[in-house]
């Protein structure tokens, strides 16, 4: 059983930076790529970035393309996303998943979800 468990939300000002930490359980995390999601109240869940396997390759959703980076420490089996210039328009509850195959912008490609981490942000 794969467990994902986020940490590093909170309340950041409009300007700052957070840092996301999706840790994970199971032995086989270095062979999946990952993902992480946001969802607002009264939104739809939307894609924010992935990596592949290695690390060695990211994928963003345009509207945070250029603020966030996303990473990874397969030793630590950790996910990591680096959160800068934070938005009116960022403020949800961010997810981690597991991909099923290769990185997608769907939810339906990913198999395995933490249970996401509160992202606020104050103007």
């Known amino acids: 059983q794969v467990q994902l468990v986020e940490s590093g939300g909170g309340l950041v000002q409009a300007g700052g930076s957070l840092r996301l930490s999706c840790a994970a359980s199971g032995r086989t995390f270095s062979s999946y790529t990952m993902g992480w999601f946001r969802q607002a109240p009264g939104k739809e869940r939307e894609f924010v970035a992935a990596i592949e396997r290695s690390g060695g390759s990211t994928f963003y959703a345009d509207s945070v393309k250029g603020r966030f980076t996303m990473s990874r420490d397969n030793g630590k089996k950790t996910v990591y996303l680096q959160m800068n210039s934070l938005k009116p328009d960022d403020p949800a509850v961010y997810y981690c998943?597991?991909?099923?195959?290769?990185?997608?912008?769907?939810?339906?490609?990913?198999?395995?979800w933490g249970q996401g981490t509160q992202v606020t942000v104050s103007s």
């Open positions: 998943a597991r991909a099923s195959g290769g990185w997608g912008v769907s939810g339906m490609g990913y198999d395995y």
